[in-house]
Every structure is written in structure tokens, then in C-alpha cells.
């Protein structure tokens, strides 16, 4: 019967992925689905679903976390083919709902929290065969943040509940740790489990909990696995790389250097050959040792005549504040911190993980992860909705969620995709203030894509790709227009 009748559902889900770098979190809130692995294989049926995709494994979830909403007053899924209208639907919600938060949207991961949340606020019923499971509500909530202690240890943790759990009209009385308080068995052909909880690589670089409130499975003697599998509120919450990695102090070298005005600068005062009768003065100006009034080419300081130097030595800056000639000497992070660019600090790795690109600088591989070299490359992107190519520039309303996609291939007349390369993303806001966002990478044939959040405002939005990351050397840059309006049509800027 359940093979029978979730067939018909096998080409109604899409497929969708995001690209991203580390460390990020992710999240993913979903308030039922149904698993038909016989016949859907890895698609499910998911119609209340907040910032993944109708998948199962890792393919159902979005490479990092954006606040999203879902909601739906009635739902019915799988009614059986040629039915009557008597015939019940495997399940029944009222009122589900899914969210996911991310806190702040753009900031160092070491500064957000995720949160997802999902469920049924009214009734639930699911049917399998003769046996009838009602709930009255369902809920299941999952939360990731940098609280630990210490507080470089990411913490992930989950609850759900669920209201009056019957089975064929029988009330299950329900103890305070979510487990039922009289045996329920309905095996060997189903079974339930409550107020599930799923971790999964504790102790590296990607972990994650899932938290789910309702879990009925349909079983056949031998068979493995389920022949479907029915969750009712389900929550998720990951993070990938050092996400907490504290910022970590440092100095400058003993004795020939004082701190400049970037955290990770040191200054030095070189001094420069000084005129005749001067001296030079611990700040790198020279001093004239007659008494004032000055003379001519020097000016009047602390009771002294300051002669400046005209020109500074070689590799050496003027200081507009003292005039004193400078040596800027970029300042080491202690061992085991890398400098982070976009922070400008330095950062303890915490928890495995790499750097982005590898120690050569090599920012992707020509057709394959494991092919030559890419040295240059041409970048596509564009706005799209489905299947439909919206162009460059794009104006939607405000709440509303948008995709851009595109690709990377190789310069030169015979273009080839370009795999696993990193793309710089930078929004840029009114009044030319730029936001750098967490970038993205290539997958397999150079296919980018990338969700936008939904609270965003008109922007430009700046994809550059760099084939040597440790250079600046951009070869191909691509910007898109997003204009967003409120409902009355204004623009939101």
C-alpha cells in the first residue's frame, strides 16, 4: 500500500545546492516529511521545508545557515491513487510551520548563533494501514552558538515535544523525559520512536544534531532499510570548521617596534639623515640646536626649530602624524594562530578544518578536482528563478528569497569548467560601503550557485575570481543589480 501510493511523487521534488567556504554554520528546519526509499530513492516528499532541500543525507542540507521561513495552514500528503474521497492520507497536518535563524547575518562565525525550529501546531494524524497515530502538536528546535566553555567550544543542542501522542483513539501517557510511560510496541511492522536526538562527528572539524520529535518507520522482515520512514518536526543545526576560533593576541617584536594603528601592523622609526647642526629626536624628527626664532625651512615645536626630512629612506613611509619616517613590519601571529584578512587578526584553529586554497596559492583544478592547474579563468553569473535565466540585474520584493547561479570555465577559444575554485562575493551598499560575504567554490562542470538572504536590500553584488590566492590578480569579475522593493513598491535601500 505505502509503495503504492508514494510513487506518484517521485518527480515533484527539485534539486538545489549552495556553495560556500569554511568555518560556517548550518541549519535546516523541516515540520514533516515521508522517505520512500524503494521508490523516491533519495528524494522525499517535504512540503513545509526551510533552508535545505527535499533530499535525504547530505544532500538535503544547504552548505551554511540563512534565516528562512515556512508555513502551510493544511497539508496532506500521499493520498492513494484512485482513492475515494473517504480514503485517508498517510498523514494529516494542520498548521505546520519550519524557520531558520541566523544571528547576525554577516559577521565572523565566531559572533553568530543559528537557530531552527519546526512543527505542527495543530492536529497531527498519520495512517498506516489499520493503525491511526494522532498527536495534538509537535514541535522540535535545534541551536548552535560559540557559548561553550571555554568559549572556543562550539555548542549544539536540541529539544521537541509533542501533545496527547494516541494511538487508535488509546491515550499514551507520556513521561517528563519524553519516553512513554506504558510499553508501545507495534512491531514487527511499525515503529515509533519520540523525542529523537542524532549527533554526529563530535570532536572534528563537521558536526552536527538533529533533533526530531516524531519518527514512525515501516517495517518489512528483512528488509532493510524501512520501507518508508514518516518524521514529524525535525531540526538541524551544524558547523563546518573552526567556527568559534578565538581571536588571539600579539605583539611586536622586544624593543624595535610599537604598535601602529592596524592590529596586525608594527611600526618602527627609522630615523633619516638630519641637516647639519640638527640632531635627531627619539620620534625620527631632527632638531635644530640654536634657539628660536627659526630660521628659514624649519617651524617652531615645543620651544624647538624642526627641520623635516624631505625624503625618507628606501622601503620607509612618512608619518602624517609626526613626520617621522616609518618602516611598516607586518607582525607575527603566535604559533599555531593564522592571520585572518578579512578581520585583520589572528585566529586559533579550533577543531581540524584548513585554510581556503591551498599553500601555492592554487585556486581550482581545469575539468576535474584531480586535473592541471587553473591560471585563468572567465566567470558567468546571473539571476535566476527555476529554470529562467533573469539576467544581471533583478528587482524583487523584499522577504523574497533569491538565487544566482553561474560558471566557471577556463580563458582561451576551447573553454573547460574550472572545479573547486573559490569566487570572491562583495555586496556592495549605497554610498560604495562594501561588505565582503562569505565566498563560494565551484562544483563538478564549474557550476556556481549562491542564495541570497531574504532581509536583503538593493545592493550590487561582486563576484571576482582570483587563480592565485595569494595574489590580488583578479581575471575575470562579474557584477549583478539587485533592486528591492516593499509591497507598496518603494525601494528599499
Avoid at 506518484?8 to 568555518?23: K, Y
Avoid at 624642526?306 to 616609518?326: E, K, L, W
Avoid at 603566535?334 to 586559533?348: E, H, K, M, N, S
Avoid at 585554510?355 to 601555492?360: D, E, F, I
Amino acid at each position: 500500500m505505502v509503495l503504492a501510493t508514494l510513487g506518484v511523487f517521485a518527480a515533484l521534488v527539485p534539486q538545489a545546492q549552495a556553495d560556500t567556504t569554511l568555518p560556517v554554520w548550518s541549519c535546516r528546519a523541516s515540520a514533516a516529511y515521508v522517505e520512500l526509499p524503494a521508490v523516491l530513492g533519495t528524494t522525499r516528499a517535504e512540503p513545509v521545508l526551510a533552508n535545505g532541500f527535499p533530499r535525504t543525507g547530505a544532500l538535503a542540507d544547504s552548505e551554511q545557515c540563512a534565516s528562512s521561513d515556512a508555513g502551510v495552514q493544511n497539508v496532506s500528503l500521499l493520498p492513494a491513487p484512485g482513492g475515494t474521497t473517504t480514503t485517508p492520507p498517510l498523514i494529516e497536518l494542520n498548521a505546520a510551520y519550519a524557520r531558520t535563524r541566523l544571528n547576525p547575518q554577516i559577521a565572523a562565525a565566531r559572533d553568530q548563533d543559528v537557530l531552527s525550529q519546526a512543527g505542527v501546531s495543530g492536529p497531527v494524524r498519520i495512517v498506516v494501514g489499520d493503525i491511526t497515530i494522532q498527536l495534538d502538536a509537535v514541535t522540535a528546535e535545534a541551536t548552535g552558538d560559540c557559548t561553550g566553555n571555554p568559549a572556543t567550544t562550539p555548542t549544539l543542542s536540541g529539544t521537541s515535544t509533542f501533545v496527547n501522542l494516541r494511538i487508535n483513539n488509546i491515550v499514551i501517557p507520556i513521561a517528563a523525559n519524553g519516553e512513554p510511560i506504558i510499553p508501545v510496541s507495534l512491531l514487527p511492522l511499525v515503529r515509533i520512536s519520540l523525542n529523537q536526538q542524532v549527533r554526529s562527528g563530535v570532536g572534528t572539524a563537521d558536526e552536527s544534531l538533529t533533533q526530531r520529535a516524531v519518527t514512525v518507520e515501516v517495517l518489512a522482515p528483512g528488509v532493510t532499510p524501512p520501507l518508508a520512514t514518516v518524521v514529524v518536526g525535525e531540526a538541524k543545526s551544524d558547523r563546518h570548521g573552526a567556527v568559534c576560533a578565538p581571536v588571539v593576541p600579539q605583539t611586536c617584536a622586544t624593543g624595535v617596534a610599537v604598535p601602529g594603528s592596524s592590529p596586525l601592523v608594527c611600526q618602527q622609526v627609522v630615523t633619516a639623515p638630519c641637516p647639519a647642526n640638527t640632531t635627531a629626536n627619539p620620534q625620527g624628527a631632527c632638531i635644530l640646536t640654536v634657539p628660536a626664532p627659526c630660521g628659514a625651512g624649519t617651524t617652531a615645536s615645543g620651544g624647538a626649530c624642526i627641520v623635516t626630512p624631505t625624503t625618507c629612506p628606501t622601503g620607509t613611509v612618512r608619518d602624517p602624524n609626526s613626520s617621522a619616517c616609518i618602516l611598516l613590519v607586518q607582525r607575527p601571529c603566535p604559533a599555531g594562530a593564522i592571520a585572518d584578512p578579512a578581520t585583520r587578526v589572528c585566529v586559533l584553529r579550533v577543531g581540524g578544518g584548513g585554510t581556503t586554497g591551498a599553500s601555492n596559492g592554487e585556486n581550482g583544478r581545469i575539468g576535474s578536482s584531480d586535473g592541471p592547474r587553473a591560471t585563468c579563468g572567465r566567470l558567468a553569473m546571473r539571476f535566476v528563478r527555476g529554470r529562467r535565466n533573469l539576467g544581471r540585474s533583478h528587482t524583487s520584493r523584499f522577504g523574497t528569497r533569491t538565487v544566482t547561479r553561474g560558471r566557471l570555465v577556463t580563458c582561451g577559444s576551447n573553454p573547460r569548467p574550472i572545479v573547486g575554485a573559490r569566487v570572491d562575493v562583495v555586496h556592495v551598499l549605497p554610498g560604495d560601503k562594501r561588505r565582503r560575504k562569505t565566498g563560494m567554490r565551484s562544483r563538478r562542470n564549474g557550476l556556481l550557485t549562491l542564495i541570497l538572504p531574504i532581509d536583503l536590500r538593493s545592493r550590487k553584488i561582486d563576484y571576482a575570481y582570483r587563480p592565485d590566492l595569494r595574489t590580488s590578480r583578479v581575471t575575470s569579475r562579474v557584477t549583478l543589480s539587485l533592486t528591492v522593493k516593499n509591497r507598496a513598491g518603494r525601494v528599499l535601500r
